[in-house]
């Protein structure tokens, strides 16, 4: 009798200490981890979302799955991931949107609601038309619209998205004065293909394989400098137009996501971003890798976010 009880304290011991362990084990221990993407399936944001995971599902030995909770310019996606529970297993691609929804009015959520994890890729907002269009340059555009004031059509991704305060702050910059066209992401592209829009200003994921195609033409880029993947697209500024809006896009957690958490992360990403298959995927997809870890990261939001607010300020879109 003594030894079977004996016996039963030790299986006793031995499953209390299994939980234990498992309770303990290193991140991630159970399940998917899901990377919440803003916008539709097919969009540049998904599509660069799911090169990021198929590397970090590499790194991490664990699966990482996309899910699309698009609508109201990233709000939706925005407001869902800061209400889960901050184990790192919901993330976000987030993007400068974070701040243009919030100071739009569209979110309630803004950057504070999330612990930055990564920066992964720099972006150039383009302005894009057809390659049978009238103009050859951002110049005859600008001159075309000035003679015909209110009457030239500028697609882009939605009201407070990126491209929609970029391609405002580009028309302001110039003098001009276009009908902006806010259409979801999945639509602009369509529209400008189908002659609804006579341009548009958009990322260039959504644009390489229309641009290669020969469908489409490159007026300008919003950087500071000539995009490496695009060499030949000249700048706004070198155009005379004082505008330079870089986009980025990053992984971000829900807040108080532990250290130790964001750390597994931040260095799955890192690796990812140094392999040379995303590097490939990166530049077919005309997306620049940018890796910066969670503290310059977090760093580069907060000071961003507040000249956001001042620009959006500054042309009438601060809400």
Known sequence: ???????????????????????????????????????????????????????????????????NRPGAGGAIGYKYVASQKPDGYSLVWNSNSVSTTFHSGQSTVDYHAFDAVARVLAESPLLAVKTDARWKNLNEFIADAK??????????????????????ALFKAAGVDIIDVPYGAAQVVPSLLGGHVDAMLQLPGALAGHVKGGSMRLLASLTANRDPSLPEVPTALEQGVNVSLEAWRGIAAPKGTPRPVIATLENAIRKTVEDPDFIKGSDNLNVRPAFAPASEFSEMIAKEDAEMARLMQLIGLKK
């Open 1 to 67: 009798m003594k030894n079977n009880f004996s016996l039963f304290l030790v299986a006793v011991f031995a499953v209390f200490t299994t939980i234990s362990q498992a309770q303990e084990a290193p991140f991630p221990r159970r399940g998917n981890i899901e990377i919440i993407v803003l916008f539709p399936a097919g969009s540049s944001a998904d599509v660069t979302a799911r090169l990021l995971a198929q590397g970090m599902s590499r790194q991490l030995g664990t699966n990482v799955i996309i899910v």
């Open 147 to 168: 003679a015909h004031p209110g009457k030239i059509t500028v697609a882009n991704s939605g009201t407070g998205s990126h491209t929609h305060i970029s391609a405002a």
